[in-house]
């Protein structure tokens, strides 16, 4: 039987991911539609093959699933956090403001 290369699956998934959520930037505006189901296939691969999917890449909203738009989220700061209020859901995700190297594990 093969030995599957979990490693180097994870790698290529990871690739595919960064892929399915640039795409989603790139058509946000003309078709959100679109849009979201790049980020819904970017997420099924991300709990398929268990990954994180980077901080930095995780620019959609948590419960609905389209990509920030900046007119359909709300942002604010306060009391060292940022408030981001997504218009599509009413979903409010809270970001803490700390300095960079304090933050050991991404926040979920
Ligand atoms: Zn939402």
Same mark, same amino acid.
């Not at 691969?45 to 990954?51: E, P, T």
């Given at each position: 039987m093969l030995k599957r290369e979990k490693k180097l699956e994870k790698k290529i998934a990871l690739r595919r991911i960064k892929i399915l959520l640039d795409k989603a930037h790139e058509v946000k505006f003309e078709d959100y =539609? +679109?849009?979201?189901?790049? $980020? =819904? +296939?970017? @997420? @099924? %691969?991300?709990? *398929?093959?268990? +990954?994180? %999917?980077? /901080? =930095? =890449? /995780? +620019?959609? &909203? *948590? *419960? &609905?699933?389209?990509?920030? #738009?900046?007119? #359909? %989220? /709300? $942002? /604010? $700061?306060a009391k060292s956090r940022v408030i981001i209020t997504c218009l599509n859901c009413g979903f409010v995700r809270r970001i803490p403001i700390r300095p960079a190297r304090v933050i050991k594990k991404p926040e979920k």
């Open positions: =539609e +679109l849009a979201r189901r790049y $980020v =819904e +296939l970017a @997420r @099924r %691969i991300a709990m *398929k093959y268990r +990954l994180r %999917i980077p /901080r =930095e =890449e /995780r +620019l959609f &909203c *948590k *419960k &609905c699933l389209y990509p920030y #738009r900046y007119d #359909r %989220i /709300r $942002v /604010r $700061v």
